[in-house]
């Protein structure tokens, strides 16, 4: 593929600036225009009470939740606007927490080998019902901002 050279204003990382290497970066911050911004974003679930009802073993993910520009050698050409990281809480149903569970590499590695079945997600449903029998699920993540401009 031929790369195209845009010019843009705004660049959003949500979850995803962990996979983009330093000379991808590069690319995309050259076709920065004068004065755009990349924000940065990502979260982090909390499902430490959770491991421990469903006695799950896990083990610790390495993911960088908390990456900004900074943790990058090159930009001297970006100022930093803003970090913040917060701490909130939100509900899902069971079905959700499910999938946010199976996202999380080191957790669906636990999960499978605690539920020995092919379809660890049903076995695991059935497990998380009998801890919330409204299907309604409380957790807390720290979510992650970063706002860098270009001068």
């Known amino acids: 593929t031929v790369y195209q050279k845009l010019d843009y204003d705004l660049m959003c990382f949500f979850g995803s600036l ?3 290497g330093l000379s991808e970066l590069n690319l995309y911050t050259n076709d920065l225009a004068s004065r755009g911004s990349i924000i940065c974003c990502d979260f982090e679930v909390k499902f430490n009470s959770l491991i421990k009802q469903l006695k799950l073993k896990v083990i610790p993910s390495e993911y960088p939740h908390s990456k ?4 990058y050698p090159l930009y001297q050409g970006l100022e930093c606007i803003q970090i913040e990281k917060d701490l909130f809480q939100f509900k899902c149903s069971t079905k959700e927490l499910i999938q946010l569970m199976l996202s999380e590499q080191n957790i669906k590695n636990a999960i499978e080998a605690s539920f ?3 379809k660890p997600e049903v076995v695991l449903e059935k497990e998380i019902n009998t ?5 309604i699920v ?3 993540a720290n979510g992650f901002f970063s706002h860098f401009k270009k001068h």
Do not use: A, F, M, W
């Open 116 to 118: 020995k079945s092919q």
């Open 18 to 20: 962990s996979y983009v």
């Open 131 to 135: 801890h919330y029998p409204t299907k």
């Open 138 to 140: 409380s957790l807390k």
């Open 68 to 71: 900004t520009l900074n943790d």
